[in-house]
């Protein structure tokens, strides 16, 4: 038996969100899995039918806490000293990320990060896969420590469709955190059409652009396809776009039917945000680079040249 | 305490690991299957981890704005190459203390973090500790975030801006979407990311004295611990390259225009569009 706790995330409209099910679906395939998941406030009615053992609710109002997520931490930390799993499991998100680590540093136990895949053997303990150097190599570790903390990367399982009758009870960490650094206020960059993270097509502009202006066009490209617009980070630190549209390692992780690099060479760290998509397409000026190693369509040329006409047909398509 | 240092020096310590270049071609990457180690690349000598170079420019940007401070840059390793390590005191960083010691070769972020924790109680007071987002080797993105509990002191990663007001700091923190303004205590742990801008060029002087500073160095054996304590929580089992079967389709037209209305007929017809 392997005893699992997985630490759930909410979409906008408070749902389990994609992340979650994909680890639910990693956690299963664990030996003799029993999988308990936690969740901050009152579960969503969806998660009554989750294929998991249990569902525990934590007090955490919101298990946002800002950023610094000292309650969260505190309250997940108990949950883990009163239940004592093998494995627990969070999404590499920016809440996952931080808990997971300041969880694992604060228990002295084993942290791995940013995993696409864990597994177990029925021997002491579990192996996880992790992309390093960039994502130009994949390490493979052996944790024989309890408890196993993991963050897994989006996009490496795929969400099962299997349902469940969890119970479900709540948690009481009695933990009440007075939070050193506070938090005084949120600035959000406007977005108009549809979130980058769930586009199923995406646009993305690279170095080979230029300079800001040619991300009009990307845009009007994007727009016909009802996709979202991306970067390179290359792109953004130049200060072309804003870093909220940077894909890969420490940019955002999209996985769109079809996603358009445009002037991106396809550096690991630049993939490591895309791979996941169903089809590449790569339009860029030399044969040699990188990104025709990723792509399944390309074009070797000029963007200046190439889009008008592609942007011109898909427009004719989609009329 | 070095020379000048006055009860109001605001004293920073900066985290940086020495990491093989990561603009090195991916032709030029190569693993020993072996013994699991990334080959050094012939001629790309190793650098400072990018990002922890922001995090030096985040300290020198606090020196700009007229705040009284020292820098301290730290590492942890071994085989350190000195043209590398002295970039930071090149850039304007006071000084750089090294943990250099054979028994630190191939460890992981648990025992990362101890010695850098027992290194910063052994340096001296420290008011901030600004990390790099992550090093470009492992790419864990945890070793500050696990130093800031080990230390028992409030974190704030993704910093994209800092101010410093009397005995805290003002923060701006990026989020997917925006950012959040953070007020912290001193001392508070920070990992500083691209956002900050980039990390400004030596200028001759700089590189000048530089070269005159010599790096104070710590072994394992003056911190009090020995290489037998260090017991690392990760088992490296097996590194690799993935290997790619992907067989790219190039379009091409009459000319690139042609190419770009032919792709856009290709995607139709595999339904992707
Ligand atoms: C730890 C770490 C994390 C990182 N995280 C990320 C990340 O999250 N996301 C990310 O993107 N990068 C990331 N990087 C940076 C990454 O390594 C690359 O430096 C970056 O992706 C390069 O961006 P680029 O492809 O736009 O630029 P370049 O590599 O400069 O490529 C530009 C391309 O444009 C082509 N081009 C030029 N002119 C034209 C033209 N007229 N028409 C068509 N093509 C043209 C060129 O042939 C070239 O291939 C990270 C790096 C590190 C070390
Ligand atoms: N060996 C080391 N010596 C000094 N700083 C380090 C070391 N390893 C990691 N760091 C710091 O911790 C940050 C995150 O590293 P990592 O968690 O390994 O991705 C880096 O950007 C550095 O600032």
Redesign the interface.
């Known amino acids: 038996m392997t005893s699992i706790l997985l630490v759930a995330e909410r979409d906008e409209q408070g749902e389990i969100n994609q992340s979650t099910l994909q680890a639910i679906a990693a956690a299963n395939g664990l030996l003799d899995a029993v999988v308990t998941v936690a969740i901050s406030g009152e579960a969503p009615a969806s998660a009554s039918a989750l294929a998991v053992e249990k569902i525990v609710t934590l007090a955490v109002v919101s298990i946002a806490d800002?950023?610094?997520y000292d309650q969260a931490t505190a309250e997940i930390s108990a949950l883990v000293e009163s239940t004592s799993p093998e494995v627990v499991i969070f999404s590499k998100s920016?809440f996952g990320?931080?808990v997971?680590?300041?969880l694992?540093?604060?228990s002295?136990?084993?942290?791995?990060?940013?995993c696409i895949e864990i597994s177990n053997d029925g021997g002491d303990g579990v192996?996880v896969t992790?992309?390093?150097?960039?994502g130009?190599?994949?390490?493979?570790?052996?944790?024989?420590?309890k408890p196993a903390i993991v963050t897994l990367r989006a996009g490496s399982y795929e969400a099962g469709n299997e349902t469940g009758s969890p119970s479900i009870e709540a948690f009481d960490s009695g933990a009440s955190v007075e939070q050193?650094?506070?938090?005084?206020?949120?600035?959000?960059?406007a977005?108009d059409g549809v979130r980058l993270e769930d586009a199923n097509?995406v646009v993305s502009g690279g170095r080979g652009l230029g300079g800001p202006e040619p991300f009009s066009v990307l845009t009007d490209l994007a727009n016909a396809?009802g996709g979202a617009v991306g970067a390179s980070?290359a792109a953004c630190?130049a200060g072309w776009i804003d870093?909220?549209h940077q894909v890969g390692?420490?940019g955002?992780s999209v996985s769109p039917?079809?996603y358009i690099a445009v002037g991106i060479s396809g550096a690991?760290?630049h993939m490591a945000g895309c791979s996941s998509s169903?089809?590449i397409?790569?339009i860029n000026k030399d044969a040699d680079s990188?990104i025709?190693?990723?792509?399944?369509?390309?074009?070797?040329?000029?963007w200046e040249?190439?889009?008008?006409?592609?942007?011109?047909?898909?427009r004719e398509?989609?009329a | 305490m070095g020379i000048g240092i006055t009860e109001l020096t605001v004293r920073i310590v900066v985290l940086a690991k020495q990491v093989?270049d990561?603009e090195t071609p991916?032709s030029q990457?190569k693993?020993d299957e072996s013994t699991?180690t990334?080959i050094p690349p012939n001629g790309v000598p190793p650098v400072v981890n990018g990002f922890d170079l922001t995090a030096v420019e985040a300290a020198l940007l606090l020196r700009d704005s007229g705040a009284d401070v020292e820098i301290t840059v730290m590492s942890v390793g071994s085989d350190f190459v000195m043209d590398a390590m002295k970039k930071p005191l090149a850039m304007g960083a006071d000084r750089l203390v090294l943990v250099d010691d054979s028994g630190l070769d191939n460890i992981d972020?648990?025992v990362t973090?101890r010695v850098l924790a027992a290194a910063i109680e052994k340096d001296g007071p420290y008011d901030l500790i600004l990390g790099g987002?992550?090093a470009?080797?492992?790419?864990?993105?945890?070793v500050t975030?696990?130093?800031?509990?080990?230390l028992g002191l409030?974190?704030?990663?993704?910093v994209q801006k800092l101010e410093l007001n009397g005995d805290s700091v003002s923060l701006q923190?990026?989020?997917?979407?925006?950012?959040?303004?953070?007020?912290?205590?001193l001392p508070?742990v920070l990992t500083i990311?691209?956002?900050l801008g980039?990390p400004r060029y030596p200028n001759l002087r700089g590189i000048m004295q530089a070269s005159r500073k010599k790096p104070e160095i710590f072994s394992l054996a003056d911190l009090g611990i020995s290489s037998d304590d260090l017991v690392p929580?990760?088992?490296?089992?097996?590194?690799?390259?993935?290997e790619?079967n992907?067989q790219?389709?190039?379009?091409?037209g009459e000319?690139?225009?042609?190419?770009?209305?032919k792709?856009?007929?290709?995607?139709?017809e595999?339904k992707?569009?």
Do not use: M
């Open positions: 800002e950023g610094i920016d990320s931080i997971g680590a300041r694992a540093f604060r002295d136990s084993a942290f791995a990060a940013d192996s992790r992309p390093v150097y960039g130009s190599a994949l390490a493979e570790f052996e944790i024989a420590s050193a650094a506070s938090v005084t206020g949120t600035v959000a960059e977005r097509f396809l980070r630190d870093h909220s390692l420490t955002k039917d079809v690991s760290q169903r089809a397409v790569a990188n025709f190693k990723e792509a399944r369509f390309g074009i070797v040329g000029d040249k190439v889009l008008p006409s592609f942007l011109a047909t898909v398509l989609k | 093989p990561p991916p990457f693993i699991n990334v972020s648990a973090v987002r992550q470009s080797d492992w790419d864990q993105a945890h975030l696990g130093l800031s509990e080990v409030p974190l704030v990663s993704l923190r990026v989020i997917p979407d925006g950012y959040q303004t953070i007020t912290a205590p508070s990311t691209n956002e980039e929580k990760l088992e490296l089992k097996k590194l690799y390259i993935p790619s992907k790219v389709e190039l379009i091409e000319d690139e225009a042609d190419s770009g209305k792709l856009a007929l290709r995607l139709r595999e992707l569009i």
